[in-house]
């Protein structure tokens, strides 16, 4: 199993501005993730979070946007670069901690741009 | 590549009724998983199924996969408040992909 401490839980952030979202995993890891939920949806996969690497963006997601960083297995961050209203949703982390298919999520972090 | 196309997105039942959600799949599926979301919650993992025609049960829910591995269906038998939340089909790879979920409500 794991644990996954994320931060903030919640924000409202002005337009133009950026945020970043950390997520903490007790564990180390090498499949870390990150999603995106708006109000009413699934989850849509933003990028997978690389080790060592750049992350690798789902198609609609690009890097300028949302960068990624992964300094070690245990830790990751996104931001939310030059926010608009259309970025108000709800991020996730996600981690599958090795030899198992599970996957665990952070608590996500509710964002609110005005 | 790989969706998932799940049904129906909404259900509002009568407590003590049954309920069933449906994934389906115009390829074939390696394996499929399914997941809980509260309201205001993170997805919590169910469970995951892998075999050709494969049952297995969880107290009052009750997971299928299909003889030919291109649909699922997750059953809850005399649904309880407690069982409200979004339920998901989630196909697993190198990736989850998830399905749009089915938003279960329960009247008491």
């Known amino acids: 199993s794991a644990v996954i401490s994320q931060k903030p839980s919640r924000d409202i952030c002005q337009r133009g501005t950026s945020l970043t979202i950390q997520c903490q995993v007790d564990?180390?890891?090498?499949?870390m993730f990150w999603y995106r939920q708006q109000p009413g949806q699934s989850l849509t996969l933003i990028a997978t979070?690389?080790?060592?690497?750049?992350?690798?963006?789902e198609s609609g997601f690009v890097i300028d946007k949302f960068p990624i960083s992964r300094p070690n297995l245990t830790f990751s961050t996104l931001t939310v670069s030059n926010m608009s209203p259309e970025d108000s949703s709800i991020y996730l982390c996600?981690?599958?901690?090795?030899?198992?298919?599970?996957?665990?999520f952070g608590q996500g972090t509710r964002l609110t741009v005005v | 590549g790989q969706q998932v196309m799940q049904i129906p997105q909404y259900q509002h039942v009568q407590e003590g009724e049954d309920f069933t959600t449906y994934c389906n799949s115009s390829?074939?599926?390696?394996?499929i998983q399914w997941y809980k979301q509260r309201p205001g919650g993170h997805p919590v993992f169910l469970i995951q199924?892998?075999?050709?025609?494969e049952v297995k049960k969880q107290k009052r829910l009750t997971f299928q996969f299909g003889e030919a591995k291109k649909n699922s269906s997750l059953h809850i038998t005399a649904t309880q408040t407690t069982d409200v939340g979004t339920y998901v089909c989630?196909?697993?790879?190198?990736?989850?992909?998830f399905g749009a979920g089915t938003i279960l409500r329960v009247k008491s």
């Open positions: 390829t074939t599926l390696s394996n």
């Open positions: 564990s180390q890891v090498t499949m």
């Open positions: 996600s981690v599958i901690p090795g030899g198992g298919t599970e996957a665990f």
């Open positions: 199924l892998v075999k050709s025609g």
């Open positions: 979070a690389n080790q060592g690497s750049e992350a690798t963006y």
């Open positions: 989630v196909l697993y790879g190198n990736k989850l992909v």
